[in-house]
């Protein structure tokens, strides 16, 4: 009786030391879906309107200066754009990461749960 025990008991110890295999390879078979391949952030295509004129009374200096004036405007947009598809990102990173800490609490959970099976069934047979 008590070799059936033991080795019930070694049975479950083993079978918790592989359910991280277990849950590994169940994992990703089924996951609900293939993580998303790495963004190409894509690059920012503004070009910046460089020197200014030495005459700044020149009809020159107000050509660059509505040339700065859309460069600032394609940095806004390239910023915005890039911005919200950043925010987009971190929000599916926290829900991935929600799911992963709750696959470990259910883990951590189960294996509690079996360990303290394994010590109830131990000393109810030893008191046998």
């Not at 005459?55 to 509505?66: G, I, L, N, Q, V």
Request: charged share 20%; net charge positive.
């Amino acid at each position: 009786m008590n070799t059936t025990i033991r080795t019930s008991a070694c049975l479950l110890a083993a079978l918790a030391a592989a359910a991280p295999f277990a849950v590994g390879a169940q994992g990703a078979q089924g996951a609900q879906g293939a993580a998303p391949a790495s963004a190409e952030i894509p690059a920012m295509t503004c070009t910046s309107p460089g020197s200014p004129p030495l005459d700044r009374a020149s009809p020159e200096m107000t050509r660059f200066s509505k040339r700065v004036d859309e460069y600032k405007v394609c940095v806004n947009a390239y910023s915005s754009s890039t911005g919200a598809k950043a925010n987009e990102y971190a929000a599916q990173s926290r829900a991935w990461s929600d799911a992963a800490n709750k696959a470990i609490d259910d883990y951590n959970s189960y294996v509690t749960k079996l360990n303290e099976s394994t010590k109830t069934t131990k000393s109810g047979a030893e008191k046998n």
